[in-house]
């Protein structure tokens, strides 16, 4: 999966004019590559530096096909952003397991959820760059489009120790807000690896991640 892509310089973008492809067909992959080229343009220079012409040229598309999809770059920006968080969310609710040996206990399934979340950071920089460094400050809409990913994320974690505690009915219950701490928690660690580039290292946290997020969820469950 790929949320970013600079498109090559060097090879023709989508066909000019009249084409033997279809409209529908010419129309989704201009979103896509506009989609993925406002990631990278953002990444790299930051919003506030950002313009449409950095996009378009990135996309290899053309500047009327921008406007076609897009009100301005707030709204492909804004856009890009709802995109990649429900691609990741589907990422990490599909992503294959390991087979274990043995019946999956719930701390591996916790443990397992939080290194798919990592990995995906490490994989797409110019996502968690995005999402954690440029969209709070782009305007209020965007931090709207920030709240809503982390509620996506924090409705897994909720999910997860339901089922959990269905097994340990000595937990006590948390308040909703907890699930928002977690989710706030994990991404500030993850700001602090991205903001130095070191997203690459994320993979490295998930056991320490994992005893965060059971501390934070009130779920003891002990090391194998």
């Given at each position: 999966?790929?949320?970013?892509?600079?498109?090559d310089?060097?090879?023709?973008?989508?066909?000019?004019?009249?084409?033997?492809?279809?409209?529908?067909?010419?129309?989704?992959?201009q979103?896509?590559?506009?989609?993925?080229?406002?990631?990278?343009?953002?990444?790299?220079?930051?919003?506030?530096?950002?313009?449409?012409?950095?996009?378009?040229?990135?996309?290899?598309?053309?500047?009327?096909?921008?406007?076609?999809?897009?009100?301005?770059?707030?709204?492909?920006?804004?856009?890009?952003?709802?995109?990649?968080?429900?691609?990741?969310?589907?990422?990490?609710?599909t992503?294959?397991?390991?087979?274990?040996?043995?019946?999956?206990?719930?701390?591996?399934?916790?443990r397992?959820?939080?290194?798919?979340?990592?990995?995906?950071c490490?994989?797409?920089?110019?996502?968690?760059?995005?999402?954690?460094?440029?969209?709070?400050?782009?305007?209020?809409?965007?931090?709207?489009?920030r709240?809503?990913?982390?509620?996506?994320?924090?409705?897994?974690m909720?999910?997860?120790?339901?089922?959990?505690?269905?097994?340990?009915?000595?937990?006590?219950?948390?308040?909703?807000?907890?699930?928002?701490?977690?989710?706030?928690?994990?991404?500030?660690?993850?700001?602090?690896?991205?903001?130095?580039?070191?997203?690459?290292?994320?993979?490295?946290?998930?056991?320490?991640?994992?005893?965060?997020?059971?501390?934070?969820?009130?779920?003891?469950?002990?090391?194998?």
């Amino acid at each position: 999966m790929r949320l970013a892509e600079v498109y090559d310089p060097g090879r023709p973008g989508l066909p000019r004019g009249r084409s033997s492809l279809p409209a529908d067909v010419v129309r989704t992959a201009q979103r896509r590559r506009l989609l993925r080229a406002v990631i990278s343009a953002v990444a790299e220079n930051g919003y506030a530096a950002t313009t449409v012409a950095h996009v378009v040229a990135r996309a290899r598309v053309s500047r009327k096909a921008f406007y076609d999809h897009f009100s301005d770059l707030e709204d492909c920006f804004l856009s890009a952003m709802a995109a990649a968080q429900d691609a990741i969310v589907r990422e990490l609710m599909t992503a294959p397991r390991p087979k274990p040996t043995g019946p999956t206990t719930s701390r591996e399934i916790l443990r397992n959820s939080v290194g798919a979340y990592l990995a995906l950071c490490a994989q797409e920089p110019e996502y968690a760059r995005c999402i954690l460094i440029e969209l709070p400050a782009v305007g209020p809409r965007a931090l709207k489009g920030r709240n809503r990913g982390y509620r996506m994320v924090a409705d897994l974690m909720r999910a997860w120790r339901e089922r959990a505690a269905e097994s340990h009915p000595e937990w006590p219950p948390v308040p909703d807000q907890v699930y928002a701490a977690a989710v706030g928690a994990v991404a500030e660690l993850i700001l602090l690896y991205v903001s130095e580039g070191e997203a690459a290292s994320l993979p490295s946290l998930r056991d320490p991640v994992t005893e965060i997020l059971l501390g934070i969820l009130a779920a003891p469950l002990p090391a194998p």
